[in-house]
């Protein structure tokens, strides 16, 4: 298994500013990803964050509204940059360990733009 | 493109009562399956998972088959608790080697003493 924490918890930003949200696993994972739940919505995914190269980043979102960091095996990075009230979401940072179907999900950062 | 259809909630049922959430997909290929469960201020959880056709996961009393023939992998419990109160969600994992999970919509279960 993997222990995922995430900081902040949670956050209320105003309008233009920018958050960077840090994920931090216990242990090594190959692969590493950030999804975004909107209010009373599903999760979907933002990235897949690459050890030591750019993110992938899936339809929808964008390097410059999100960009993400992974500058190791244990730990990434997500900002939400120039941030609107259409931000406000729970961003959710995941991890797939080295069983084949185990995947696993931080607390969650619920963040509140005003 | 890959997509998974769960029932609309919220569902509240009393306590020992039988539960079902109907989960239906459509995927290239032959795609492995997940229940999720949120409980409330909390992250996501695994609940189950089934890999091929035919295979039933369970853990704490749920259940759910990967039926290929209807594309279904419906949840079920046979006697709910109040503590099964929680957001349940259906997920779908590509077959290509990406790993993204493609999650249903959500159904919140609401368990009353």
């Known amino acids: 298994s993997a222990v995922i924490s995430q900081k902040p918890s949670r956050d209320i930003c105003q309008r233009g500013t920018s958050l960077t949200i840090q994920c931090q696993v216990d242990s090594q994972v190959t692969m590493m990803f950030w999804y975004r739940q909107q209010p009373g919505q599903s999760l979907t995914l933002i990235a897949t964050a690459n050890q030591g190269s750019e993110a992938t980043y899936e339809s929808g979102f964008v390097i410059d509204k999100f960009p993400i960091s992974r500058p190791n095996l244990t730990f990434s990075t997500l900002t939400v940059s120039n941030m609107s009230p259409e931000d406000s979401s729970i961003y959710l940072c995941?991890?797939?360990?080295?069983?084949?179907?185990?995947?696993?999900f931080g607390p969650g950062t619920r963040l509140t733009v005003t | 493109g890959d997509s998974v259809t769960q029932m609309e909630g919220p569902v509240t049922l009393s306590e020992e009562a039988f539960l079902t959430i109907n989960c239906t997909y459509t995927?290239?290929?032959?795609?492995?399956l997940f229940w999720y469960v949120q409980y409330p201020g909390e992250g996501l959880q695994l609940l189950l998972k089934?890999?091929?056709?035919?295979d039933k996961g369970s853990n704490k009393g749920f259940e759910a088959t990967y039926r290929k023939e209807t594309t279904s992998f419906h949840l079920e419990k046979g006697s709910v608790q109040v503590s099964d109160s929680a957001v349940y969600f259906c997920?779908?994992?590509?077959?290509?080697?990406?790993?993204?999970?493609?999650f249903g919509s959500g159904t919140r279960l609401l368990v009353r003493p």
């Open positions: 089934a890999t091929k056709a035919d």
């Open positions: 995941s991890v797939k360990t080295d069983g084949p179907y185990e995947q696993y």
């Open positions: 997920a779908l994992r590509r077959t290509d080697s990406s790993y993204k999970l493609i």
């Open positions: 995927a290239t290929g032959y795609p492995s």
